[in-house]
């Protein structure tokens, strides 16, 4: 019998301060997360410096909830683990920081973790991944296609060429009056809308797996513009629902041709645009019809968290993944080699 | 008693451990390299090299800031971890005052730290052998203001990491670099914190704040 892996782990790579204890890669004995949110709103978006001071304030009381939201001593823990990068550096280093000097208190061992491997891995926390796979990470910083043959094998088949797909939420969210974080604004005004403009859609050349939103958003844009010029009233739910038809009708369409293509039987949708309806209702459907394994997590795992990062953690921790003292964080890392 | 000091508020990294006041290693360096990547290493070699348990340790003390905000979060960060870790207490130390101490020398000191376009973060000690007084407390302030504050004492001494782009306006000053492991003799600058609640002492709100403040002041 193979003893347990309790990983102690830590996650501030944006605006959310987040630790949490989770067993043997799935199990979650707790999940604390801080988010700034409100902070940011008069920003109108997350401003680095600010976030990096709100995590300092933040980071050890969040330590401590999760550790005892978990019923954990230091003593119960194999290791630490915190995400590396990708993120913003500032915020980054805070959680670095922290997870060194408890590793160092406690001679734990320390796991750095790829967030994005931590969005795709936050699917683990509800069901086993069955592999080969294709996920899509959708965020306001992330919009990538990875195909995975095995565990923390990750090879990027596709990537926006300019706007994450979030961002370009966020953006029209802002055009059309609606406050920060926009995304889930207009999924929910879009369900009140129909398909009126019937925005184009970017599929790029034939067989690529890439994305670019900087057209869609443009076009938002201009044709708001022009109606305002000329007086035109514009029903603000017209518009939301025509963005997101296009940005789902891409999003779904490429997935899907990479589901067919690399022949796989599961499918796994992460990060925050995860919990857009819309998205999720199309893949639902597409994927019943297709007879394919759709796992989306919970809207609290599509956010960041830090169970993402634990349960990445566990099969790192199997392969003595491990970092010494000197880790620092990193604003770009590439996930094909980051194990 | 058994101390941890921790300064990596500028360029120069400053760690310590002291026994009693009295300093058992310490490293100090001003090579141009991330602190988040080095201070935890260091803080590791102060205890190879002298043998010490971590839980020998009776308190930890930080330098605050002002300075880089950066580099004031990687000290605090640390220094909060590891105190909330160990259970053991902690303590902040204004980083220009660590500057002071470090100086070594009574009479008025100024030390200070460039906060660009003509400001620093300053202060004002009269430093005596073992005591001090604040004379002007630590802001952020234009080095025209610190200047005007030292003429109306008959001599003073402004203290200034050399390498800092300042100097080049400053037609005298001492090159003095902190050393963390000096700053106990001066009981009465340590200030025991709450570990939680411990930020660091930035002397400056964010410029995104600042904006804001400007635009919504109506």
Redesign the interface.
């Given at each position: 019998m193979t003893q347990d892996t309790v990983i102690l782990s830590i996650e501030t790579s944006c605006d959310e301060t987040a630790a949490s204890v989770v067993r043997n890669g799935s199990e979650i004995l707790s999940n604390v997360v801080v988010s700034q949110i409100e902070s940011h709103k008069?920003?109108g978006g997350v401003?680095p410096?600010?976030a990096?001071?709100h995590h300092?304030?933040t980071?050890?009381?969040v330590?401590?909830q999760a550790l005892e939201e978990a019923g954990m001593t230091?003593e119960g823990l194999s290791a630490v683990a915190v995400t590396e990068g990708p993120g913003l550096i500032?915020a980054l280093?805070?959680g670095?920081?922290?997870a060194?000097?408890?590793s160092?208190?406690?001679d734990l061992p320390l796991i750095p973790v790829h967030h994005i491997a931590g969005h795709i891995y936050a699917n683990q926390l509800e069901e086993e991944l069955e592999f080969p796979l294709v996920a899509l990470i959708v965020s306001g910083g992330h919009t990538e296609l990875i195909y995975m043959e095995d565990h923390l094998s990750f090879e990027v088949i596709g990537e926006t060429r300019d706007d994450a797909v979030g961002e370009a939420y966020d953006k029209v969210a802002r055009v059309i009056g609606l406050p920060y974080p926009g995304g889930p604004h207009v999924d929910r005004l879009s369900r009140e809308g129909a398909d009126t403009f019937d925005f184009p859609r970017s599929y790029l050349e034939q067989g690529s797996y890439d994305f670019s939103f900087s057209g869609l958003k443009s076009a938002v844009i201009n044709t708001l513009h022009n109606h305002r010029q000329k007086g035109l009233e514009v029903k603000k739910e017209d518009v939301a629902k025509s963005f997101q038809e296009s940005a789902v009708d891409v999003l779904t369409k490429k997935t899907m041709d990479a589901v067919e293509e690399y022949e796989v039987k599961h499918l796994l949708v992460a990060g925050g645009v995860a919990a857009n309806s819309g998205l999720r209702q199309r893949f639902e459907s597409l994927c019943r019809e297709n007879d394919v394994k759709l796992s989306i997590p919970k809207l609290k795992f599509c956010t960041d968290n830090a169970a993402m990062i634990g349960a990445v953690a566990h099969h790192l921790y199997q392969k003595d993944h491990f970092a010494?003292?000197?880790?620092?964080?990193r604003n770009f890392i590439d996930i094909e080699l980051f194990v | 008693m058994i101390s941890l000091l921790i300064d990596t508020s500028n360029r120069p990294l400053s760690v310590a451990l002291n026994r009693d006041g009295f300093t058992l290693a310490e490293i100090n360096t001003t090579v141009k390299k991330t602190h988040s990547a080095t201070v935890m290493d260091y803080i590791d070699k102060l205890f190879r090299m002298t043998e010490l348990k971590k839980n020998d340790i009776d308190r930890i003390i930080v330098a605050k800031g002002p300075g880089s905000y950066t580099g004031v979060r990687i000290g605090v960060t640390v220094a909060k971890t590891l105190a909330f870790a160990l259970g053991t207490k902690l303590y902040s130390v204004s980083s220009l005052f660590v500057v002071a101490a470090s100086y070594s020398k009574e009479g008025i000191v100024a030390p200070l730290f460039d906060a660009r376009r003509g400001n620093v973060f300053g202060a004002v000690y009269n430093m005596k052998p073992d005591s001090f007084t604040e004379e002007v407390a630590p802001a952020h302030m234009s080095l025209k203001d610190l200047q005007t504050k030292l003429s109306s004492y008959e001599s003073s001494v402004i203290l200034l990491d050399g390498q800092e782009n300042i100097s080049a306006n400053l037609e005298d000053f001492v090159h003095t670099v902190p050393r963390i492991s000096l700053i106990e003799q001066f009981e009465t600058a340590l200030e025991e914190e709450d570990i939680h609640s411990l930020v660091p002492e930035y002397l400056r709100i964010s410029e995104a704040e600042r904006n804001w403040m400007e635009q919504n002041k109506s």
């Open positions: 008069r920003f401003v410096e600010v990096s001071r300092v304030e980071i050890t009381l330590i401590e230091p500032g280093l805070v670095i920081n922290a060194k000097a408890f160092f208190a406690h010494s003292l000197d880790l620092n964080g | -």
